[in-house]
T-cell receptor, first 112, second 114 residues
Framework: QKEVEQDPGPLSVPEGAIVSLNCTYSNSAFQYFMWYRQYSRKGPELLMYTYSSGNKEDGRFTAQVDKSSKYISLFIRDSQPSDSATYLCAMSASNAGNMLTFGGGTRLMVKP | DSGVTQTPKHLITATGQRVTLRCSPRSGDLSVYWYQQSLDQGLQFLIQYYNGEERAKGNILERFSAQQFPDLHSELNLSSLELGDSALYFC?????????????FGQGTRLTVV
């Protein structure tokens, strides 16, 4: 079993929909949680960065962390075709430098 | 643009050969990380350097090695290449060596071993 699990999708939604992306993890040492967006053949781009449990909002994006359930989410409001990409969750533990453990990624397609 | 520069963008080489991938971190960043992305394994951490010294090691093969130079650029050396080494190799950088700082990724080097 992988340390970080993520539904690979693809997830197809109409433009304007609210998108929910999720990851579960097994390592209770993870303290820092990130969401990256990766367009085809490009490098991962950092979207959201949160520490420990709670919510964080940035524009149309909201990240939620529930450490008690070992579950993190990314919500995208008013989704746009330009949001079509692969979304990767990533995590790191306090004793592991900044080494990131990634989920496998969820491919999102937003249709006009 | 993340500010992390990787060269070359594409590399095609034969089995058994050796290649060097180069990474220039964002200005001021002291930490450099190398990741491998393949279809079956996803993004896997290979190794981290902080200010010239190895800080953390992941599932990096013995055929692979890396170093960070005084000007903070880093190189990943892959030798005795096998078909299974074909993948995207990413470099990332962050200001510090520990957790609490975000990592920013370059555009990657696509390695094809034939």
């Amino acid at each position: 079993q992988k340390e970080v699990e993520q539904d690979p999708g693809p997830l197809s939604v109409p433009e304007g929909a609210i998108v929910s992306l999720n990851c579960t993890y097994s390592n209770s040492a993870f303290q820092y949680f990130m969401w990256y967006r990766q367009y085809s053949r490009k490098g991962p781009e950092l979207l959201m960065y949160t520490y420990s449990s709670g919510n964080k909002e940035d524009g149309r994006f909201t990240a939620q962390v529930d450490k008690s359930s070992k579950y993190i989410s990314l919500f995208i409001r008013d989704s746009q075709p330009s949001d079509s990409a692969t979304y990767l969750c990533a995590m790191s533990a306090s004793n592991a430098g900044n080494m990131l453990t990634f989920g496998g990624g969820t491919r999102l397609m937003v249709k006009p | 643009d993340s500010g992390v520069t990787q060269t070359p963008k594409h590399l095609i080489t034969a089995t058994g050969q050796r290649v060097t991938l180069r990474c220039s971190p964002r200005s001021g960043d002291l930490s450099v990380y190398w990741y491998q992305q393949s279809l079956d394994q996803g993004l896997q951490f290979l190794i981290q350097y902080y200010n010239g010294e190895e800080r953390a090691k992941g599932n990096i093969l013995e055929r692979f090695s890396a170093q960070q130079f005084p000007d903070l650029h880093s190189e990943l050396n892959l030798s005795s290449l096998e078909l299974g080494d074909s993948a995207l190799y990413f470099c990332a950088s962050s200001p510090q060596g520990g957790t609490g700082t975000e990592a920013f990724f370059g555009q990657g080097t696509r390695l094809t071993v034939v």
